[in-house]
């Protein structure tokens, strides 16, 4: 079972949060939405393997690394998944403006 808490840089809980659970293919298996509490928890079981977990902020206001997991048949501790910073999003940013996007064509 997979469970959760989504919170901001500041550490303040991000309650209507999206979490998609999806395979190595990227087939969304477990569609959840955070409590008030900023958790989520998915009711099943996932077989073992290994799956990304994507968060969105619906009203786009936070914007978050994917987390790999590996299922192996045994309890996981839950998850933490805290939003970029500020900082760290205009550092992207800026580096993208200077260098490209690390996939443009030469």
Excluded at 10 to 26: A, E
Excluded at 68 to 80: C, E, K, Y
Aim: proline letters at 5%; a positive charge; zero cysteines.
């Amino acid at each position: 079972v997979v469970t959760g808490i989504i919170k901001d840089y500041d550490n303040n809980l991000l309650p209507g949060v999206l979490v998609t659970v999806k395979d190595k293919d990227g087939v969304p298996l477990r569609a959840l939405k955070t409590n008030k509490l900023g958790q989520f928890a998915a009711s099943t079981q996932l077989s073992n393997g290994t799956y990304v977990v994507e968060v969105e902020d619906p009203r786009e206001r936070f914007v978050f690394d994917r987390v790999q997991i590996t299922v192996n048949g045994t309890i996981m501790p839950a998850l933490q998944i805290i939003a970029k910073s500020k900082r760290a999003l205009d550092r992207e940013k800026l580096a993208k403006e200077i260098f490209g996007s690390p996939n443009a064509s030469t």
